[in-house]
């Protein structure tokens, strides 16, 4: 996530404002879709470019992983 999306989405997932913050996206809970969000640039039109490019497949999966992770994690923080 780090050297992939936090440049745009913000450090540790959590948005500077600008772009959606990524723990809030009902994407990260369907995986097919975010491949489709990130791996295929279903998004290209809104500005969210494909990675396939620079991700593996394996990659894109271990993103949303992440994502559900820290959005878990910090739910349970508030």
């Known amino acids: 996530f780090s050297s992939t999306c936090a440049a745009c989405h913000g450090a540790g997932a959590r948005s500077i ?4 913050d990524l723990r809030r996206s009902p994407a990260i809970g369907d995986s097919a879709v975010f491949r489709q969000i990130v791996w295929d640039g279903m998004l290209e039109d809104r500005g969210m470019a494909s990675f396939k490019t620079y991700l593996r497949s394996e990659d894109v999966e271990s993103i949303r992983a992440y994502l559900n992770s820290r959005a878990t994690n ?3 923080a508030r």
């Open 74 to 76: 910090d739910a349970r």
């Open 17 to 20: 404002g600008v772009l959606p």
